[in-house]
């Protein structure tokens, strides 16, 4: 059965805190939350296509090596019965993992701002029904305010979501508050690399073979955000220290795909 949940609005929820504030830098502010609403909601009907064609694949691995960095391969972290939650889910790909893990007697809170990206959430689960799924909870909301209690997940995860938001020292500090004591939150975005060569690859790769796979379904303007958005982007270690500054004892970032991507793994 899918369930859907709207805290309000995902562009109203992003943005109810910033409106109260009427300063140019709120303006601005405001402007990026809902430009990059719309971007996800544009590329939503490719956006799972594409990641398997530019990545060859790769991307579900990663997406299952994030998964089980939350906590699912270690002694007393997550486990059967658990409740997780999926940030910025797009689509659902790292929530229909988590499901897997804490099975039937689990909660799979599945957050996004993006109501497209949702819809197609809910679509795939209800086309490749497991008995599992009925775990999942689908809620559009604000990864900077979230709907939630403290101390309320035995795990966190956030795929390709963390680079996109507009404060994410405030993103940071919401998943430090909503996850357990002793609780692992587990990250996987795009790695902005101090090695010149890796960052050269990576350029290369955006220019010449995202861009032109996407302009393929008319979308090169959306993906070349990519570069501008891996530019502005935390390194490793900055993504390290950032979450040691909200408060969490541990925080280690992992290269993955040759330094394409990179992995925070952080324990409150």
């Not at 691995?61 to 059967?80: E, I, P, Q």
């Not at 197609?120 to 029904?129: C, D, G, H, V, Y």
């Not at 073979?209 to 900055?238: C, H, M, Q, W």
């Amino acid at each position: 059965m899918m369930m859907m949940i709207s805290t309000s609005m995902a562009a109203a929820s992003s943005l109810g805190g910033i409106i109260s504030s009427a300063s140019s830098s709120s303006r601005t502010s405001i402007q990026c939350c809902v430009e990059r609403q719309a971007l996800f909601n544009r590329i939503a009907p490719v956006y799972d296509g594409l990641n398997d064609v530019l990545s060859l694949g790769q991307h579900r691995l990663w997406k299952r090596m994030s998964v089980t960095w939350s906590g699912f391969v270690c002694v007393n972290r997550a486990k059967k019965g658990d409740s997780v939650l999926d940030l910025c889910c797009g689509s659902g790909d790292l929530t229909f993992l988590l499901s897997h893990y804490v099975g039937l007697h689990g909660q799979v809170s599945a957050l996004d701002f993006s109501s497209d990206q949702l819809s197609i959430a809910s679509s795939r689960q209800e086309l490749n029904w497991k008995a599992c799924y009925d775990n999942i909870k689908w809620i559009e909301g604000d990864a900077l305010d979230l709907p939630f209690s403290s101390s309320s997940f035995d795990a966190i995860t956030m795929g390709y979501g963390l680079r996109n938001l507009v404060d994410r020292k405030k993103a940071m500090q919401e998943i430090f508050r909503v996850l357990k004591p002793g609780s692992r939150a587990s990250i996987l975005d795009f790695n902005k690399s101090t090695s010149a060569i890796a960052t050269m690859f990576q350029v290369w790769m955006m220019d010449n073979v995202v861009v032109p796979v996407a302009s393929t379904y008319g979308l090169a303007d959306e993906y070349r955000y990519l570069r501008d958005s891996i530019n502005d982007f935390l390194t490793g270690k900055e993504l390290e220290e950032l979450a040691k500054g909200v408060g969490f004892n541990k925080a280690k970032h992992y290269e993955l795909g040759g330094g394409l991507m990179g992995n925070l793994v952080v324990t409150k």
